[in-house]
């Protein structure tokens, strides 16, 4: 089940039942000004739209005012009404987010809207409802205040793809909508003929009666003229990339870890060169983030002096209202939930538990351990050997194999995981870092060696503190014998004392909870029912595998938290996140000479590579 932290509760931490039903009470948030106009704008977009293709729609009153009007007016009004009306229905989101550039965009809109509705339909109400619209943007300016997204020319071709679909569909749309204009009965090949030639420009093999000839093709032409001229921007306008992690930020933030990075097993995640960061005025805190898809998610606790934790997110919440970015944290601890909640009015859900193994309390003896010792014993039988070293005390040529296996053995086309990944091996600034590796020797029987020599299984821990690690990355050969990430774990932790590391963070289980209560008796209806779906969801995103495995080395857990601002906003950081984890991606071509492992994108949250 859901865990609530309740913002309101600025104390200790009560039960986590109190925490649900004060959550539960709390009503939705106002709707705010540009939403409003949002809607406002999408409206009148709508109706443009409307204007420019369905003729029924254009009867006014006024066409009598037709006849004092010139000839080709008309079409090039209806083309106008048309660009107008698809141009705001694309500007909405962005006046819902109290963006500058929309509301420039959408006040030089409208008065153009109003005109060609006027022109077109002779229409009163096609005049007053824009120029009412454009009051209230005039007359709450100051509301949208919203900086620009980064962004980058691949938004040109996105741009292309999407208003390429959406020209084809809404031109099919308008060739239709004349059938009493139309000569003769053309196929469905036919009007796709004419609405591709139309967005060129070219007469299509359609006939019309009339006026409506040159209606249809201005209408298409304008379509096609959108499409080019807004691709055209996004290809040449200023790029502004995704923020990164600069030298100096990643100096400061070692030395923030290097103080206080005990705290918390996540913060040298902090490290992926794919974030951005904002620290405290004081410097002893920071917060690390990237933006997707409008959300601006942090993962993890704020990285530094717990004292300083406040400034710094002061510091992320000016920047997401700057930017109207929507605020959320992932993965944060318990402590982390509460002082966000607590400094920004922010709520919080229990969205997994973290399994850390304590190596003084860890042994492979007693019954509760005894298919991962049988495993453990099965596997060295077949002539497996394993290393723990750390990165500073391998060879550059053994790193560079090991991070060409790790890519090699990876089981989706990208690397998955943002809050608990690292995005990288071997790296010069990492030496502490932890890797364990198992090799085995080719036999007679196994045939020559494949292109990674003996290894056969990689796990990379990076320093959690001066005594600990957290696993970053589990990968094994598929050829090789089931069991390798639990012989490398166990080897980890056997080793451990020898590297003085006292505790290690494993894999994050999302809503153990709800599967460990699910399936023990007396579980209500409610719950079961709940367990029933992450058990069916587990088959795409490894749900239940992973909680079972992190349990065989019977951890202690440790809660984690999404931060979120309201219930609404839910489904679109539930869909950045996934995003950033890597679970939905839009493959990108990579630059020549940039090998997978080498690049800095996100890799995975450890999932099981088996």
Not at 109 to 138: D, E, K, N, T
Not at 233 to 257: G, I, K, M, N
Not at 571 to 579: E, H, L
Request: hydrophobic content about 45%.
């Amino acid at each position: 089940m859901f865990v609530r932290i309740d913002a309101q509760n600025r104390g200790t931490v009560p039960g986590r039942l109190g925490r649900v039903v004060r959550g539960a009470v709390r009503g939705p948030r106002p709707e705010s000004v540009p939403a409003w106009i949002a809607r406002a704008g999408l409206l009148v977009g709508l109706l443009d739209v409307a204007a420019g293709v369905f003729p029924r729609f254009r009867h006014s009153r006024m066409h009598a005012l037709a006849q004092v009007l010139p000839g080709t007016l008309g079409p090039y009004a209806a083309a106008l009404a048309l660009s107008c009306g698809v141009l705001l229905l694309l500007l909405a989101h962005g006046l819902r987010r109290r963006k500058r550039r929309a509301w420039r965009a959408t006040v030089v809109l409208l008065p153009l809207g109003a005109c060609a509705q006027f022109a077109y339909r002779h229409s009163l109400a096609g005049v007053v409802i824009p120029l009412a619209l454009l009051w209230l943007l005039v007359r709450h300016r100051g509301e949208f205040d919203a900086l620009p997204d980064p962004r980058s020319r691949w938004r040109a071709l996105a741009n292309l793809v999407v208003m390429g679909a959406g020209s084809l569909l809404l031109g099919l749309a308008i060739v239709s909508a004349h059938p009493d204009k139309l000569a003769g009965d053309p196929s469905l090949a036919d009007r796709l003929a004419h609405v591709l030639y139309g967005l060129f420009g070219v007469d299509g093999p359609l006939d019309y009666t009339g006026r409506t000839s040159s209606t249809v093709a201005f209408s298409l032409g304008a379509l096609g003229m959108l499409t080019a001229l807004t691709t055209i921007y996004f290809a040449l306008r200023p790029e502004h990339p995704a923020a990164s992690l600069t030298e100096d930020d990643e100096a400061r933030l070692r030395a923030l870890l290097e103080r206080h990075g005990a705290r918390d097993s996540l913060g040298h995640f902090a490290l992926r060169r794919d974030k951005a960061v904002v620290f405290s005025p004081s410097g002893k805190a920071a917060v690390c983030y990237r933006v997707v898809s409008g959300v601006m998610l942090a993962g993890g606790d704020p990285v530094g002096d717990v004292e300083a934790w406040p400034g710094a997110i002061e510091r992320f919440m000016d920047e997401a209202r700057a930017h109207s970015w929507t605020p959320a944290v992932m993965g944060c601890s318990e402590t982390g939930g509460e002082v966000w909640t607590r400094e920004t009015g922010l709520d919080a859900l229990e969205l997994g538990d973290e399994a850390v193994v304590d190596v003084a309390d860890f042994s492979l003896a007693g019954r509760p351990m005894r298919n991962v010792r049988q495993m453990v014993k099965r596997i060295e039988r077949a002539g497996y050997e394993t290393r723990v070293r750390r990165v500073r005390d391998l060879s550059p040529a053994e790193l560079d194999r090991i991070r060409r296996a790790a890519d090699a053995w990876r089981g989706t086309d990208t690397e998955r995981g943002f809050s608990m990944a690292l995005g990288r091996i071997g790296d010069a600034a990492d030496g502490d870092c932890l890797i364990a590796t198992a090799h085995k020797a080719p036999d007679a029987d196994s045939g020559p060696q494949g292109p990674h020599g003996d290894l056969k299984a990689v796990l990379h821990f990076v320093p959690w503190g001066p005594d600990g690690v957290s696993l970053d990355l589990m990968r094994r050969d598929r050829a090789a014998d089931p069991g390798m990430n639990e012989l490398l774990i166990v080897t980890a932790l056997q080793a451990a004392p020898r590297h003085g590391i006292a505790r290690v963070s494993l894999n994050f289980a999302m809503f153990r909870s709800a599967l460990a209560r699910g399936e023990k008796i007396g579980a209500g209806p409610v719950l079961r029912a709940w367990r029933g779906l992450l058990v069916f969801l587990s088959r795409w995103f490894q749900i239940e595998s992973l909680y079972k495995f992190n349990a065989k080395f019977r951890p202690r857990w440790e809660p984690r938290f999404v931060v979120y601002g309201s219930p609404r906003d839910l489904p679109r950081i539930g869909w950045a996140a996934m995003q950033a984890e890597g679970f939905i991606t839009l493959p990108r071509p990579r630059r020549p000479g940039i090998h997978p492992c080498d690049a800095r994108h996100p890799p995975h949250s450890p999932t099981l590579e088996a």
